[in-house]
């Protein structure tokens, strides 16, 4: 992989269309590049997503409106049984904890505030939020919404849902086929379907009502296969974390 520092405003080149805006202190990782036809049009305002850095005389950060502040918990350095991983091998953690909270936001003529607290651990969704670097750690400004649910164990299965999301535990592969042949580990076929868990409080309507979610722990149910948040319990097994729009039927 390789890391190229930019200093120019624009870039272009042979069989490449040219990028213009993008900004001179934006650290860009490739893996390849691909040449695109001569004909190709310049992309303008191509943004690179990168931490931005928060200068040390600013000694605080506020969230306004719904949003929430997470200290982005650390990722693993070690394996369970205390093996050292390259920085490569090591999984971004997709948790964190709540350092400030912004003062909610109005459903209807109803002022609802922000339903988690500062100090709760929580989980968020994989690619939302705005990440910062401040008071020397990484934190992510990101919506209430986004905020998956309330975790203060290190089990995924004590995950306490948000608004109309759920948590699911998901059925294990077949083993093997019908004419009773063993699958191989890279043959199964990932499943769609599991059993709920547990649920959200429902998600909000327009007078600031929790409308209560079509499914209840315990339902066996049907959802879209690639939705959600995948998360591995304590003991092994497999869960996924989604809303309760990707849930597409109740099995009986």
Known sequence: MATTQLTASSIS???????????????????SFSPLK????SF???????????????????????????KIKTAEE???????LPVTAQTKPNGGEV???????SAGKTKVNISVKTGAQVIYSKYA?????????????????????????????????????VLIKVAEAEEKTAGGLLLTEAAKEKPSIGTIIAVGPGPLDEEGNRKPLSVSPG?????SKY???????ADGSDYITLRVSDVMAVLS
């Not at 070690?78 to 050292?84: N, S």
């Not at 939705?227 to 319990?233: I, S, V």
């Open 219 to 223: 339902n066996t149910v049907l959802y």
């Open 129 to 165: 939020g705005t990440e910062v670097e401040f008071d020397g750690s990484k934190h992510l400004i990101l919506k209430e919404d986004d905020i998956v649910g309330i975790l203060e164990t290190d089990d995924v299965k004590d995950l306490q849902p948000l608004n109309d999301r």
């Open 227 to 233: 939705a959600g948040n995948e998360c591995k319990g």
């Open 78 to 84: 070690k394996t369970v049984g205390g093996i050292l």
């Open 13 to 31: 080149g042979n069989g490449f269309a040219s990028f213009e805006g993008l900004r001179s202190t934006c650290i860009v990782t490739a893996t």
């Open 38 to 41: 001569k004909n190709s049009r």
């Open 99 to 105: 350092v400030a909270v912004g003062e909610g936001h």
């Open 44 to 70: 303008r305002g191509l943004v690179v997503k990168a931490a931005t850095t928060v200068a040390p005389k600013y000694t605080s950060i506020k969230p306004l409106g719904d949003r929430v502040l997470v």
